[in-house]
């Protein structure tokens, strides 16, 4: 049976992604930047954004190495995957909720926490 896409078509794409994706968060976050007038902002942004790609390649070879060490269906495999990408969404998650935290404070805003405090004060 012939598979519809191979793990070398896969490791190409991959590739590219990881190559071109942070340039195109860069030149993106610029031109979004530009137009709310933080083009600075924007343009790390971006590039923050841009490497969740080479991460994603990472993450790939990672999967790979790790299935053709132990077995793909081995107990032990899917373990320590289960456990790494736990991990890496588990602190993903705290990033990004520190990120929106820290750009409240930045412009002033409350939070949704002090916002429903603040609300059920005036009860």
């Not at 790609?53 to 990672?62: D, P, S």
């Amino acid at each position: 049976m012939k598979e519809i896409i191979t793990q070398e078509q896969v490791e190409v794409i991959l590739k590219i992604v990881a190559v071109s994706a942070p340039a195109a968060g860069l030149v993106i976050g610029a031109i979004v930047g530009l137009i709310r007038k933080r083009i600075v902002g924007g343009s790390v942004i971006g590039v923050i954004i841009g490497f969740t790609g080479t991460v994603v390649f990472g993450l790939w070879r990672m999967y790979t190495a790790v299935g053709e060490h132990f077995g793909y269906t081995n107990t032990v495999c899917i373990a320590i995957q289960l456990a790494v990408f736990t991990v890496i969404g588990i602190c993903a998650g705290f990033a990004i909720q520190r990120s929106y935290s820290i750009k409240s404070l930045c412009e002033g805003t409350e939070s949704s926490r002090e916002k429903s405090f603040n609300a059920s004060e005036d009860l």
